[in-house]
């Protein structure tokens, strides 16, 4: 699986955008993105996913460059309850299930 | 409500005393599998399994048993626990590359 590089932490003010990077410049073709995050040692939380074009779901928006190097989660108003560790993970089609490869990730610090 | 459950939430438990922490899925799904987070080192997989009677080794499976009897529960057994499986641990169930975690059992080894 690629290796993923993701600042250690950020800041955000409350209903503002949060945009998190991740780099990847290893990632294969058929690799997918994905994002999870972490509340405080509670189990990691589904976000979303993309192969290419860019995604968005109820909880964000994600942005894949077109040569796919590199992503941005976005949270689009960001509150208090979305202070949490990020983690970007890159790993092989959905049809294959595996395990996950979870770095260290961002800590996303959202401020009143 | 599409959930995994472990029990217990947190333990605490003497060297050697054999425990079993419970996981369970509504979900149907045949990956499951299991992590424990430790400061410093992230979340790393212990056992995994593809379906009913089939699982295997993850990265840092030592120490550790698991069965899969049945589609919806997957146990963690620790025969004879030491102080350095103190950690967090969770389970996870997966779809199509989606997983689903548990709440977590913070296990504390004496």
């Known amino acids: 699986d690629a290796k993923t590089t993701q600042p250690t932490s950020m800041d955000c003010a409350e209903g503002r955008a949060a945009n998190l990077p991740c780099n990847h410049s290893?990632?294969?073709?058929?690799?997918?993105v994905y994002w999870y995050r972490q509340i405080h040692s509670q189990g990691p939380q589904y976000i979303i996913h993309g192969l290419k074009n860019n995604e968005t779901n109820e909880m964000a928006s994600l942005i894949i460059t077109e040569d796919r190097k590199s992503s941005t989660l976005i949270l689009p108003h960001a509150t208090l309850r979305d202070t949490a560790v990020y983690y970007c993970?890159?790993?092989?089609?959905?049809?294959?299930?595996?395990?996950?490869?979870f770095g260290q990730g961002t800590t996303l610090q959202v401020k009143p | 409500e599409a959930q995994v459950t472990q029990n217990p939430r947190y333990l605490i438990t003497v060297t050697g005393k054999k425990l079993t922490v419970t996981c369970s899925q509504n979900m149907n799904h045949e990956y499951m599998s299991w992590y424990r987070q430790d400061p410093g080192l992230g979340l790393r997989q212990i056992y995994y399994s593809m379906n009913v009677e089939v699982t295997d080794k993850g990265d840092v499976p030592e120490g550790y048993k698991v069965s899969r009897k049945e589609k919806r529960n997957f146990p963690l057994i620790l025969e004879s626990p030491s102080p350095n499986q103190t950690s967090l641990y969770f389970c996870?169930?997966?779809?199509?590359?989606?997983?689903?975690f548990g709440q977590g059992t913070r296990l504390t080894v004496v």
């Open positions: 996870a169930s997966s779809l199509r590359g989606e997983a689903f």
């Open positions: 290893t990632i294969s073709g058929n690799e997918y």
């Open positions: 993970i890159v790993r092989p089609p959905p049809s294959n299930t595996g395990k996950l490869i």
